[in-house]
């Protein structure tokens, strides 16, 4: 069966007005995970994507790294396809063993992520993935975190982009982004 179209994937898209509070048009991937074929077909976008930009000269990409916790969804299923190891990113106190973290800042606060000191040994090249790039506060973070342990971020990989919030303004001080659909 042939893969869906990227318009027929972002169809399935779903759309909640005033979630998670008013104001906010909340873009649901979950449908898109819900249909075997298009998830698949999402998946071998990236894949692609991903090989064309990075796998190419004998070179490729060591490492999928997936942030707490929707980039668990993507991140493994990439890693496999890539032949490379996945690499959890947490929030703080979840991973056990020796850590190094990061604090960043929300729009309420801040909060701090870490990733276990044995997962990334230095100059492994790697790629972060995750669902929706807001104000790119996470994946910056992340970027940082990682660069702090000695890995060669390559770019941040994520299925949503909100281009109005300018969050891969903040990320491409640290890596390229890639963003499947943006709005």
């Not at 960043?104 to 929706?132: C, H, M, W």
Request: charged fraction near 20%; aromatic fraction near 8%.
């Amino acid at each position: 069966m042939a893969d869906m179209s990227l318009s027929q994937i972002e169809s399935l898209i779903s759309q909640h007005q005033d979630f998670p509070k008013p104001g906010i048009l909340f873009r649901d991937i979950f449908p898109v995970l819900r249909n075997p074929h298009a998830f698949k077909s999402l998946m071998n976008i990236v894949l692609a994507h991903v090989r064309e930009l990075h796998c190419q000269d004998g070179k490729k990409v060591d490492v999928v790294v997936g942030l707490d916790a929707r980039g668990f969804l993507f991140g493994p299923l990439l890693a496999l396809d890539l032949g490379a190891a996945f690499v959890p990113i947490r929030k703080k106190g979840k991973l056990p063993g020796e850590t190094s973290s990061v604090s960043y800042s929300l729009e309420y606060g801040t909060a701090e992520f870490e990733v276990q000191n044995e997962s990334i040994k230095p100059g492994q090249r790697v790629v972060i993935i995750d669902d929706l790039l807001a104000t790119g506060g996470t994946m910056a973070a992340a970027c940082q975190l990682l660069k702090k342990i000695g890995g060669a971020v390559l770019e941040g990989i994520v299925m949503i982009e909100l281009v109005d919030l300018k969050g891969a303004d903040k990320v491409q001080e640290h890596a390229s982004v890639y963003s499947v659909f943006k709005y």
